[in-house]
């Protein structure tokens, strides 16, 4: 659907700048007509304001204005009838001379781009942002990664379902097993990818000296991610649960601990247990901005891995020994 509407601003974007171009030009046939001029102009004030942020980034915007208007408002016509003209239907004439005029129009765009840059820095303060090219480059790198986050997100749930121990493979199936262990190549997978198109990212910010912003805002921008991602009821009433229980077993561990050494232990296994149950949980409903992201990977890491599992129960559990 997109496409189709990217299709249609072009082919009304065109049918305007070729109206406008036949009543400016008429029958000219120098090289330097007033439309191919005032093209090139536009054209480098244009991209500037995009990279100043002046314009922010819309494809349908781009395709009406740079590809359809200023693509129908310029011509090849005239240029090519000249060079042939002038030169007397020599091809080995005809192609330099066209070359070098092609040249003039491109230096027309550099000239018009830089001096719109300049007045944006110098008299509205604006700061530059990566090129359209640099943009589109990592948005093709991130959107597999965002199809790839939904299917850790459903296969996580559906081993959460399960209700089991996942890091305890005598409890899980054969089905299961080979679940969580491509689930944890995924997700493993997914973190690095994820960590290394944010440090991608900076490079080209700092190495174009742009305008320090984090890629998370820049996808935010084009609606590929939310910068702050919302609760739903859903996981309020969970959190709100998991905190309710929470505060029932740290009583029950304060009774205890008057009792016997053996049960207060206990009581403090199930609220580690319980706390990262709950962390998950939660964690599995959040996919908006690239920290909550982060976080979810690293946290279905932990629960995945019997290693780092067992080694954070048994830092919580010598923490509270301390506190005793």
């Given amino acids: 659907m997109d496409r189709i509407l990217c299709y249609m601003y072009i082919f009304f974007g065109g ?88 040249l003039a129009y491109l230096g027309i765009s550099i000239v018009s781009y830089f001096v719109t840059a300049t007045l944006l820095q110098k008299i509205w303060h604006k700061e530059r942002q990566l090129s359209q090219l640099a943009r589109d480059r990592l948005v093709f790198y991130y959107r597999p990664l965002a199809e790839r986050f939904k299917t850790i997100q459903a296969n996580y749930s559906k081993l959460k379902s399960t209700e089991k121990n996942l890091y305890n493979e005598k409890e899980l199936t054969s089905e299961e097993l080979i679940l969580r262990e491509q689930l944890k190549l995924q997700t493993e997978e997914q973190l690095k990818e994820l960590l290394a198109i944010t440090e991608l990212y900076n490079q080209a910010v700092l190495k174009d000296g742009c305008a320090q912003r984090s890629l998370e805002q820049m996808l935010a921008e084009i609606n590929l991610i939310s910068e702050a991602p919302t609760a739903t009821p859903s996981q309020a009433n969970a959190v709100a649960t998991a905190t309710t229980n929470t505060t029932a077993t740290t009583g029950t561990t304060a009774t205890a601990k008057a009792t016997t050494k053996a049960k207060s232990a206990s009581n403090t296994a199930t609220i580690s247990s319980t706390a990262t149950k709950t962390s998950t949980d939660t964690a599995t409903e959040i996919t908006g901005s690239l920290k909550s992201q982060i976080n979810f990977l690293q946290q279905v890491i932990m629960v995945l891995n019997p290693k780092i599992a067992a080694a954070r129960t048994g830092s919580r559990g010598r923490a509270s020994s301390k506190r005793r």
């Fill in 15 to 102: 049918g305007i700048g070729c109206t406008i171009r036949f009543f400016l030009d008429h029958d000219m046939h120098n090289p330097f007509t007033p439309s191919n001029v005032s093209a090139c102009l536009l054209m480098g004030i244009s991209y500037a304001l995009f990279n100043y942020r002046v314009w922010l980034h819309n494809k349908f915007a781009h395709a009406f204005v740079n590809i359809g208007l200023l693509g129908g408002f310029s011509t090849f016509t005239p240029l090519a009838l000249y060079s042939i003209a002038t030169t007397q239907d020599s091809l080995l004439l005809a192609i330099p001379l066209l070359a070098l005029v092609l």
